[in-house]
Nanobody, 126 residues
């Protein structure tokens, strides 16, 4: 599956953005989907995950209440709605697809995910 993230940009603190991740090549419903982010010089960190049919979502504790992950399998697209953005949310945001659970790796582990998009840059100004 190929993943294409979009929707990043420059936004003022307190603003909102919605990121999209479009899948091609395979049906999105075959994958659990996650979002990660990576700030300059930092490691890639977990943001959120949504399971195959969208029944369950998981978030980084620090982002609960501000970020919402959703999916539309009919459109082969996953979304990340980001509200009340802060300068510390500035990062490249990556979407990722996991074809199956792997016992050693939780939802928050990059090792769980088999495919990655190219990333979209979100810059939050103060």
């Amino acid at each position: 599956v190929q993943l294409q993230a979009s929707g990043g940009g420059l936004v003022q603190a307190g603003g909102s953005l919605r990121l999209s991740c479009a899948a091609s090549g395979r049906t999105l419903s075959n994958y659990a989907m996650g979002w990660f982010r990576q700030a300059p010089g930092k490691e890639r960190l977990f943001v959120a995950t949504i399971t195959w049919s969208g029944d369950f979502t998981y978030y980084a504790d620090s982002l609960k209440g501000r970020f919402t992950i959703s999916r539309d399998n009919a459109k082969n697209t996953v979304y990340l709605q980001m509200n009340s953005l802060k300068p510390e949310d500035t990062a490249v945001y990556y979407c990722a697809a996991a074809s199956r659970l792997k016992p050693r790796y939780p939802w928050s582990s990059t090792h769980l995910y088999d495919y990655w998009g190219q990333g979209t840059l979100v810059t939050v100004s103060s």
